[in-house]
């Protein structure tokens, strides 16, 4: 079992950067594949980008792919997510989860979730 706690989060301007940092507590984190997803109000929970355990594999889902950066650290049980060029359509609640399985971009994957971070991007 993983334990997710996600932060960084805030309101940023459009063009701007943000890194949101999820903590992981549990032995199992660094056989875990990571992943980020977000959910806007009214919208499906959308995949942003996974990680394998190694950190050798990275997958990014096409509306951030040359924007973001997913890195993780077993060292620390961090992972991380550097987004730049945001846009107000980043606007939504990040979320951190972990997968025992595999990298993947479905949610049904991943067993473990944070409670989330709310990223606000203005015009």
């Known amino acids: 079992q993983v334990q997710l706690v996600e932060s960084g989060g805030g309101l940023v301007q459009a063009g701007g950067s943000l890194r949101l940092s999820c903590a992981a507590s549990?032995?199992?984190?660094?056989?875990?594949?990571m992943g980020w997803f977000r959910q806007a109000p009214g919208k499906e929970r959308e995949f942003v980008a996974a990680?394998?355990?190694?950190?050798?594999?990275?997958y990014y889902g096409d509306s951030v792919k040359g924007r973001a950066t997913i890195s993780r650290d077993n060292a620390k049980n961090m992972v991380y997510l550097q987004m730049n060029s945001l846009k107000p359509e980043d606007t939504a609640v990040y979320y951190c989860?972990?997968?025992?399985?595999?990298?993947?971009?479905?949610?049904?994957?991943?067993?473990?979730w944070g409670q989330g971070t709310q990223v606000t991007v203005s015009s």
């Open positions: 990680i394998s355990w190694s950190a050798i594999s990275t």
């Open positions: 549990g032995r199992t984190f660094s056989s875990s594949a």
């Open positions: 989860a972990a997968s025992r399985y595999r990298t993947s971009n479905e949610a049904s994957t991943y067993g473990n």
